[in-house]
C-alpha cells in the first residue's frame, strides 16, 4: 500500500489562487464599508477633555434652577427604582434618592443667596 502525498507544485498554485481571492474579498469589503460608511466631509471641532460643556452666557441663576430640577428628577427615579427591587438593592436606591434630595437643597440654598445678593445690589444701586 502506498501513502498518496500531495504535489508542491500543485499545492502553490491552490495557494496563489486562495491568496488571491482573499484579496478580492477585501478589495470589495473595503469597496461596501466606504460606500455604506463614507468618511466625514470636514472633520468638526474636537474639543479636549469634553464631553459637554455649557454655554458661557447662561446666568448663574438659570443654572442653579436646571441643577435644582435634574436633581429632583434624579431623587424621583431613585425612589421609583427603590420600588421595584429588594434587599441592599432597595437601600442603594434609597440612599440615591435621599442624597440627590440633599444636594437639590443645597443647590436651593445657593439660588437663595443669589437671589437676596441681587435684590441687595438692586436695592443699594
Not at 486562495?18 to 466606504?34: G, I, P, Q, T, Y
Not at 463614507?38 to 454655554?55: D, M, Q
Not at 434630595?101 to 444701586?125: F, I, P, T
Amino acid at each position: 500500500m502506498s501513502k498518496v502525498t500531495p504535489n508542491s507544485a500543485d499545492n502553490t498554485d491552490t495557494d496563489s489562487q486562495a491568496s488571491f481571492e482573499a484579496e478580492k474579498l477585501k478589495e470589495a469589503a473595503d469597496r461596501v464599508f466606504s460606500y455604506y460608511f463614507p468618511p466625514p466631509e470636514k472633520p468638526g471641532k474636537r474639543r479636549k477633555h469634553h464631553l459637554f460643556s455649557v454655554s458661557p452666557d447662561i446666568d448663574t441663576e438659570a443654572l442653579l434652577t436646571n441643577a435644582s430640577e435634574d436633581l429632583l428628577s434624579i431623587s424621583a427615579i431613585a425612589a421609583d427604582l427603590a420600588d421595584d427591587v429588594e434587599g441592599s438593592r432597595r437601600s442603594v436606591a434609597l440612599a440615591l434618592s435621599r442624597m440627590a434630595e440633599g444636594v437639590q437643597l443645597l443647590v436651593e440654598r445657593a439660588l437663595d443667596h443669589h437671589e437676596s445678593a441681587q435684590m441687595k445690589a438692586r436695592a443699594s444701586a
